[in-house]
């Protein structure tokens, strides 16, 4: 969902602070030219191809591999840590001035927070910057030093993500790798500074249209941020990779048979992997069928009686 045709502010009443906003009726209608309707509609086609990435649909479906969070996380700490220091470089400039909120936004000191807890004290020590997050951090810094308009849509694309679907990623993680429910290794998905979500998207958004930028200026703006998402899938695509290194029965977040109630045969998940593996364990499966049966115990029991009566016989 994105800022399209008319929206209600924080409050439920008009934001109107210049850049094309009006106020009817306690609605804020937004002109054409608004960047932040022009961001969301510009970044359309780029956001629904990254929300189709592989490592993206995987996460959503709890197959997290740790090992790849802690990468990701890895990665976002250089990209955010670039991003935040030209935020405060361009903290006063007159094109980013109004997008300044370090106490709400702000995610690399949580970002740390997680990598000491994944990789202890000496965190530091053990992460590298990956090519995908130095090219997309080398970008960032080139941005904030000679085109601070451009800044907006590296933050945009980051923050305004983060905090729409900040909250499921957070539970879906927490579950998948059985996270302490208290949050740590999650800090990245939790912005203490930030009441309502909703309400505070709506008011960045209104600060991105309150920028004094002209159109040709705002075009640029929204083709920044769909680099900014060709560089996010990047690092997805770089995780991916990393990911078909790691083993797929780890990757595999599904729970356990035997930990879950109810008939395993029934499971077409299971089916498909009793099919792949060996005729012994076949075997063993349609014993362990016949045993669960009450019939099919004595059947068997008369079975190794028989079996073993004959053994005594032989050999006697
Ligand atoms: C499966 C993955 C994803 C899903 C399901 C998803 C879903 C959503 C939804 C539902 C919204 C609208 C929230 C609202 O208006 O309140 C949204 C907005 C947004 N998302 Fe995503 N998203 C995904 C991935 C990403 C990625 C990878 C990025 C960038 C790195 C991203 C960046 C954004 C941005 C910038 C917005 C704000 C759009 C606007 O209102 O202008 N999203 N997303």
């Not at 960045?204 to 680099?227: F, G, I, Q, W």
């Amino acid at each position: 969902m994105s800022a399209m045709k008319t929206e209600e502010d924080a409050n439920g009443t008009s934001t109107a602070n210049g850049g094309g906003v009006c106020a009817e009726g306690g609605v804020t209608v937004l002109s054409p030219t608004d960047l932040s309707e022009m961001l969301a509609a510009g970044t359309k086609e780029v956001h629904e191809k990254a929300e189709n990435t592989a490592f993206v649909k995987d996460f959503l479906k709890g197959r997290i591999h740790k090992e790849l969070f802690k990468l990701g996380h890895v990665a976002l700490f250089f990209t955010y840590s670039a991003m935040e220091e030209e935020i405060e470089r361009n903290k006063e400039h007159p094109q980013f001035a109004p997008l300044y909120f370090p106490h709400e936004l702000h995610r690399r000191d949580a970002l740390a927070r997680d990598l000491e807890f994944f990789y202890g004290e000496d965190w530091q020590s053990q992460i590298r910057i990956s090519p995908a997050a130095q090219r997309y951090a080398d970008r960032i810094r080139r941005v904030g030093r000679d085109q601070p308009a451009l800044l907006v849509a590296h933050a945009y694309t980051r923050y305004m993500g983060d905090l729409s679907g900040g909250q499921v990623l957070r539970k879906v993680a927490q579950r998948a790798m059985k996270l302490p429910p208290t949050g740590e290794g999650l800090n990245f998905y939790q912005f203490d500074g930030i009441h309502s979500a909703k309400a505070f998207k709506q008011l960045y958004r209104s600060r991105m249209n309150e920028l004094e930028l002209d159109t040709h200026t705002k075009r640029r703006v929204v083709e920044e941020a769909n680099l900014a998402f060709q560089f996010n899938m990047e690092i997805f695509g770089e995780l991916e990779e990393v990911g078909k290194t790691l083993q797929d029965d780890v990757l595999d977040a599904a729970p356990a048979h035997d930990e879950m109630p109810g008939d395993v045969s029934q499971c077409p998940y299971h089916a498909a992997k009793t099919a792949a593996s060996s005729g012994s364990s076949y075997v063993c499966q349609v014993a362990m069928t016949v045993l669960k049966n009450p019939s099919g115990q004595v059947l068997m029991a008369a079975w190794i009686a028989a079996l073993a009566g004959l053994a005594a016989w032989y050999f006697m």
